[in-house]
T-cell receptor
Framework: DSGVTQTPKHLITATGQRVTLRCSPR?????VYWYQQSLDQGLQFLIQ???????AKGNILERFSAQQFPDLHSELNLSSLELGDSALYFC???????????FGPGTRLTVL | DAKTTQPNSMESNEEEPVHLPCNHS???????IHWYRQLPSQGPEYVIH???SNVNNRMASLAIAEDRKSSTLILHRATLRDAAVYYC?????????????FGGGTRLMVKP
């Protein structure tokens, strides 16, 4: 158990819908990262927050957005969902910027 | 960004040592070598990292070539639980975003 929690574990929805994925980092960790893992693209970095501020952006679509709240939990919002958004979404956290990242168990999103 | 090259898959027998190679011929002086692994149906898990010297921890050893253009992750006695995809990742020391860039990794199969 990494100490990072993600909810929900599974999510099934339809094209065009909007969903919110939630991540609680390890106690004391200030940095949160979101990654997407699909069969064809592998594990890809989406976005990073550090102590509430956006720190870095990767291959995140404009239809996706994220935020980190004052209690340090983070949410990833995915809208206008397409079939190709079906993937595993992982959240990771670290204490400081350059530290080891600890990954959560992931949320499996299926778009029908 | 510097890239890594790993074999797609490797096989090992249980309780034997395993040497997982990684080539990173374009590594720069500030790149740390990180290894993560992903067990089936789980998020990635940190294994070990190093800069120039060989490193040991409770999970594995990391042997880094003198010219730093390659490295080897060593599992001293493979168990069935070590069957996973192993990722070799280069992370710049001054990576402002601190994200991990995953490649295809090596799928390790462990035979009883």
């Amino acid at each position: 158990d990494s100490g990072v929690t993600q909810t929900p574990k599974h999510l099934i929805t339809a094209t065009g819908q909007r969903v919110t994925l939630r991540c609680s980092p390890r106690s004391g960790d200030l940095s949160v990262y979101w990654y997407q893992q699909s069969l064809d693209q592998g594990l890809q970095f989406l976005i990073q927050y550090y102590n509430g501020e956006e720190r870095a952006k990767g291959n995140i679509l404009e239809r996706f957005s994220a935020q980190q709240f004052p209690d340090l939990h983070s949410e990833l919002n995915l809208s206008s969902l397409e079939l190709g958004d079906s993937a595993l979404y992982f959240c990771a956290s670290s204490t400081q910027l350059a530290d080891t990242q600890y990954f959560g168990p992931g949320t499996r999103l299926t778009v029908l | 960004d510097a890239k890594t090259t790993q074999p797609n898959s490797m096989e090992s027998n249980e309780e034997e040592p395993v040497h997982l190679p990684c080539n990173h011929s374009t590594i720069s002086g500030t790149d740390y070598i990180h290894w993560y692994r992903q067990l089936p149906s789980q998020g990635p898990e940190y294994v070990i990292h190093g800069l120039t010297s060989n490193v040991n921890n409770r999970m594995a050893s990391l042997a880094i070539a003198e010219d730093r253009k390659s490295s080897t992750l060593i599992l001293h006695r493979a168990t069935l639980r070590d069957a996973a995809v192993y990722y070799c990742i280069l992370r710049p020391y001054n990576n402002a975003g601190n994200m991990l860039t995953f490649g295809g990794g090596t799928r390790l199969m462990v035979k009883p």
